[in-house]
């Protein structure tokens, strides 16, 4: 750019620049002309450094400057003079003093040279852009810098435990991993987000490098994990010195395009102050200047022309114009857009599910448009959210929920780190408007599951991958004493932040981080599904404190524990309820053809499902005819099923039909491919012509070679059998060490670990089987199948 100014070009600094340096010295010449005697906030002086402007902008606004005053100051010090001068026409000066020092030729009543004076940015784009830059254009290595100072790299590892003694080598069973409390009350909470966050240390661990280095990321994991605590987290990381303010200018030569200018974070509102103190002075000078004129005009008409009716029209119209010149005034004040004034972190802003507006910025639409009614441009656009998070975080939850033009607009944000504000509705007079480009220099944080990654748009997360890091979040943790006393801190948070809930005792601590441990679904882990957890505490306290109990104790958590069901253990609770009434419930005794399966409901309940089979002869070629809404993984289960029965039966089933019936799988589907096992059973005392033991359910994979492979919610699935009356219940032995069922059902049913189908069908099906029959054959291929050594089953259990 360009520092050469000539006497024509708008000024380049703000106004609060150029009264400081009025201030600074004096209007010598009293006629409102300043004596340029600041060089570097005098654009006319043709060698601004961009350097001394951004420096002398915050100089001379804030006040500490030696030669710079606030704009605000600028007021008083202004009443000063007057007193000290006595010449009132200082206010006329005053108002002038700012175009003057930017082209010397002010005179305050001409309205011209008040737009001037509003022209506080540059009218060269230029100008704006470099000043633009020198606070925004920050390198990595910079922010580095700045924040190596700060406290990021001070947190390598999550912060433990504090405010209680400590049992370094704690016994197993201690819930607590060795923490020596009554209360959680003994508990310190950290200062800092990302020192509350409890796991997720590798998402933790690349929140820190990235606010470190002003990257993107993406979270990707399921609800509840910490994504946006994470993303808040960042943004009390990223340097608070940094935040700018933004304020939109009028621009007298083309009003739908308003200048935007930036500046350090709280001098925003003082600008705006300032204008707004300018401005009033300015409309109570012409106030005073127009009732003068009219009571000469009116004195006039009354007693020179003798006509008071054209007195009056006269004072009308003078009372018109001046009106019109006030709006003119008032159109100076610019727009405070983003004020970060208050702000005591970098800027977060949570954008998840914005219409276009609210993330990119609009321009409000105006129903008087001409005849001097009309609201200036400037006035009416707001700032999206890509501009409030400037220098902070923006976090977009559910990224492929954004519209896909919203997408690329968010994209031009990132790459550009500024974007121009325009009315989002074609059909308002908005849609005219255009600001400068305004900064959008932020980190962006978008999250999601699995659904929302594959569904955003390929260049968005590109963009991301590109200049940043991409987090899976954990659902589970290992079970270690450390992590136990985190947990214990984590109910301290959540009572902290609630503000309301009484503080929990040990023994009801104890009994959450039970039900963490219950709620992981795998042997020594405990959830990461923080708010879930969460719920059950507050639901707990909240029990407390309907009791005006002093603590949340044991009982008060395990009340909660059945009042915090989710809709779908509420659903599964109902639906077994009902099958009793309708005795689709069979429990004890054997039938042919039935079996007792299992399958879990959303993510926290189990139901029993009863699976069906029938053979009969077929007309054509033998089908395998599955019913009951089954899903892909189900039938594919079926045609495995289908192929160990056709390897081992005697009877050519190709010429029969198989019927398999998942019963009343209803609203509930199966999904997944847990009911191998029951498939395969039903399917074979269907054609062996064998009863089922109807006091037993049963749960698992299986694989084409007949070993019963591992599934998921085991816990779920055995309290559902034993809700439905079960006495035994058949689960994958590589599951075994993932039950962790309520101890009320303990002693209500036996869970039986299997291998292989020959086990399962020795288990289940009555009597002995025939020699030479089906049932002995498949029997007897566990030895062989289990020596071969071929059919190890995948290690991670398979969908439910
Ligand atoms: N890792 C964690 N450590 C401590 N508290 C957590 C953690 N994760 C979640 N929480 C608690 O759960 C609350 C909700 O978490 P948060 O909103 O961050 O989840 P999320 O992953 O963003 O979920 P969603 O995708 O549904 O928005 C947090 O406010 C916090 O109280």
Redesign the pocket.
Known sequence: MSNEKDANDPPTEDPENADGSDSGSPDPTGNGEDAPDDGSSTPGDGTPAPDDRVVDESRVVDGSGADGYSAVDDAEVDDDDESGGGASSDENARSGEDTEVVDGTADDDDPDEVWDDGVVVDGDPNGVTAGHEETNGTTAKEVTESTDDGDIDDLGSSVEVEGAEIDEDPDEDDLLGGLNIDTTAELEIPDRLVD?????EHARDVIIKAAKQRRHVMMI?S???????LAKAMSELLPKEELQDVLVYHNPEDGNKPKVRTVPAGKGDQIVDAHREEARKRNQMRSLLMWIIIAVVLGYALIIVGQILVGIIAAGVVYLVFRYLNRGSDAMIPNLLVNNGDTKTAPFRDATGAHAGALLGDVRHDPFQSGGMETPSHDRVEAGAIHKANKGVLFV?EINTLDIRSQQHLMTAIQEGEFSITGQSERSSGAMVQTEPVPTDFVMIA?GNLDAMENMHPALRSRIKGYGYEVY?EDTIEDTPEMRRKYVR?IA??VA?DGRLPEFTAEAVEEVILEAKRRSGRKGHLT?L??NL?GLVRVAGDIARGEDAELTTREHVLSAKGRSRSIEQQLADDFIERRKDYELQVSDGYVVGRVNGLAVMGEDSGIMLPVMAEVAPSQGPGEVIATGQLKEMAQESVSNVSAIIKKFSDENISEMDIHIQFVQAGQQGVDGDSASITVATAVISALEDVGVDQSLAMTGSLSVRGDVLPVGGVTHKIEAAAKAGCTRVIIPQANEQDVMIEDEYEDMIEVIPVSHISEVLDIALEGEAEKDSLVSRLKSITGSALKEGSVSGPSSPSPQ
């Open positions: 509350q966050v409890i796991g997720q994991g609800p509840g994990t910490g994504k946006s605590m939850d999250a979040m984590f948070q959540e932040k990461l923080f708010r969460g």
